[in-house]
């Protein structure tokens, strides 16, 4: 059941910079439209869509947090760390995206094999077309599969193609946490352990991931999401707690849809728990306003 509840700030959404589906404009205006005051764009290993999304933002009077979610691992399991509020052209994510990008455009291309050799032919082209400037990620392979009906639904073609350990999945060495978080703090970023319900890793191994996360300079995890049930949105606070983590809330927005999570369409963040909107650096909110000079 999708809670109702709506917020003015949403720190989780992508554009077509990467796997959303809206241009970082559209996204804006869309935000701005749904009452949003605060939103971070967080593009899978790009910063791409900041520069559009800073001026979409200060026509609408919306506060642009920029923002990036990266790819990254810890114990060989693959996970996800949000860093807000970075400086898109410091030296040290410039480097981390172009190493990000050769991982990502070779592990596409790993994909189109897999699939191939399914019997699915085409489909790294088709997802190239689906990525049109973007480096194609599996959300991309998961339209281009679904419009050639060969699932019914994305929930599908993840449990029995591209999920992890299915047949078309392929291990990426994405870098390591430690890496990612400082690579984001040299940034001026703010650390924020992604979705932390959504990588289906037993509680007491996110307990750990989350303490290692925290000792390397994590500030926060993602506490509240669009559609997470209950209970899950109580074991993340448990573990922010427990960890001393910060909270941060959003929608991991990528399209619009029924079913799909929206913009700001989430519960709020427990009233115990930091919210980590309140230690960003305010020029990198502010309508109007840029980090840049
Ligand atoms: P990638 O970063 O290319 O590995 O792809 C991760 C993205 O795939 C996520 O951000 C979602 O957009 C999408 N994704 C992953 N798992 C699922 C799922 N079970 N159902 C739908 N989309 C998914
Ligand atoms: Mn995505
Ligand atoms: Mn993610
Ligand atoms: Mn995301």
Not at 181 to 202: D, K, N, Q, S, W
Not at 214 to 227: H, P
Not at 254 to 266: D, K, N, R
Request: glycine share 12%; hydrophobic share 45%.
């Amino acid at each position: 059941m999708r809670s109702t509840e709506r917020s003015r700030i949403d720190l989780h959404a992508h554009s077509s910079a990467s796997d959303g589906v809206l241009g970082p404009s559209e996204l804006v205006a869309r935000a701005a439209g749904r009452g949003i005051q605060v939103l971070a764009l967080t593009d899978h290993d790009t910063t791409a869509g900041i520069a559009e999304a800073r001026q979409a933002a200060r026509r609408h009077g919306v506060g642009l947090v920029p923002a990036i979610e990266m790819s990254t691992a810890a114990g060989g399991k693959p996970l996800h760390v949000v860093g807000l509020g970075i400086d898109p052209d410091a030296a040290s994510l410039r480097r981390a995206i172009g190493r990000l990008r050769e991982l990502r455009a070779e592990r596409a291309r790993g994909i189109g094999h897999r699939l191939e050799r399914l019997g699915i032919a085409g489909a790294y082209e088709g997802a190239c077309a689906e990525a049109g400037a973007a480096v194609p990620g599996r959300a991309h392979f998961a339209r281009w599969l679904l419009g050639r009906g060969i699932c019914a639904d994305n929930a599908e073609i993840f449990s029995r193609l591209l999920g992890r350990g299915r047949p078309a999945y392929v291990a990426t060495p994405w870098p390591e946490l430690e890496d990612t978080v400082a690579c984001i703090r040299e940034a001026g970023g703010v650390a924020v352990l992604a979705h932390p319900m959504r990588y289906e890793f037993t509680a007491s191994w996110l307990r750990r991931i989350a303490a290692r996360f925290r000792e390397c300079g994590g500030s926060a995890m993602e506490v509240v999401m669009a559609n997470q049930p209950r209970r899950d949105t109580a074991t993340a606070a448990d573990i922010a707690r427990r960890c001393g983590l910060k909270g941060s809330v959003g929608s991991d927005f990528h399209a619009p849809g029924a079913h799909a999570p929206e913009l700001g369409v989430f519960g709020a963040l427990p009233p115990d728990i930091e919210p980590v909107w309140e230690s960003l650096p305010a020029a990198s909110v502010l309508p109007g306003r840029t980090a840049a000079p």
